[in-house]
């Protein structure tokens, strides 16, 4: 059984957080505390690489941010705010794409982990494939999962209510009078996705709807030659559309012009998140915009907490609720 952090700060007589902060250098600790954790995780043989190298160049001040695609324009908003939060408090933002593929994931957090970042804000590649990151956070590293919640997994997260926001979406097109609704995603294996699907399933379903579900994949150009093909060929005619994140927005606009239909008058769409070109499109797009500077700032702030050892209790499971902006895509079923 490799050695933990907890084995180590049980033979320093010290806390985890004391034994985290003495190992990776950072936040406040006594200078014997440090040389017993220094000492016990040379003799219980933690980390000894990791060890001699803090003892050597001490803390880089370094968080790294990891999500899916820093080109999407939630992430990249996300990685503003992170920047200028954690500036403000000494530290610099470190910002790499896992491109949702778990193995580039692990490959980043082991080279982060060689260059001694103390803290990893993350968006995880994957719902199920997170032991690494939990291993990451047992051996001394703050972790911050966004976007998609890890909170069950004993890391802390802060994110929409991700159900609610696919329920949200769905009732208002159901207002409008729509039965027939497509749901456009990107893949089971992203952690929001499941849960935004199922709470706008199970909406159309109690108000006696028809679900189209559409699974479009992450690369923009396949996904939309997918969509095209099943609004072309679905013996059900979805009426609106719910593409549930960016990239599934972009695909969807992109395959409604080629099929030569129009938003609004043939389709009603309803996206997720808000930013400057949804309220420019024409017509300007009906979107469930999150929070996503309050998500950027708790992250960021919860980080420092946990850093600084301002806080050392239980795990953090923070969900907002997405707002739904009403424009000009979406309108009554005729």
Known sequence: MPVTLQDV????????????????????????????VLKAAADLGYETNHVAQALRSGNTRTVNFLPGNIGAPFFARIAHILSGTLEEAGYVLA??????????????????????????????????????????????????????????????????????????????????????????????????????????????RAAGGTVVAIQAGTDLEMATT???????????????????????????????????????TDLSLVAVDDHSLARLLDPPLTVMAQPVDQIGEDAARLMIQRLEGERTDEVVDLRHRAELIVRGSTALRN
């Open 95 to 204: 910002v790499s794409s896992s491109y949702e593929q778990v193995e580039r994931e692990r490959s980043i957090i082991e080279s982060m982990r060689a260059r001694m970042s103390p803290g990893l804000i993350v968006a995880p590649a994957h719902r199920d494939l997170h032991e690494h990151l939990q291993r990451l956070q047992q051996r001394g590293t703050a972790v911050v999962a966004i976007d998609r919640s890890l909170a069950e997994r004993g890391i802390d997260s802060i994110t929409v209510d991700n159900y609610a926001l696919g329920a949200d979406a769905a009732a208002h097109l159901i207002a409008l009078g729509h039965r027939t609704l497509g749901l456009i995603y990107d893949s089971d294996d992203i952690g929001s996705t499941p849960d935004r699907v199922r709470g706008a399933a199970e909406a159309i």
């Open 9 to 36: 700060a049980a033979a320093a007589g010290v806390s985890q957080a004391t034994a985290a902060r003495a190992l990776n250098n950072y936040g406040s600790v006594s200078a014997g505390a440090k040389e017993r």
């Open 226 to 264: 997918r969509i095209c093909e099943r609004l072309a060929l679905s013996s059900s005619e979805p009426t609106a559309l719910i593409p549930m994140d960016a990239l599934m927005t972009e695909a969807t606009i992109a395959a409604i012009r080629q099929l030569d239909l129009r938003i609004r």
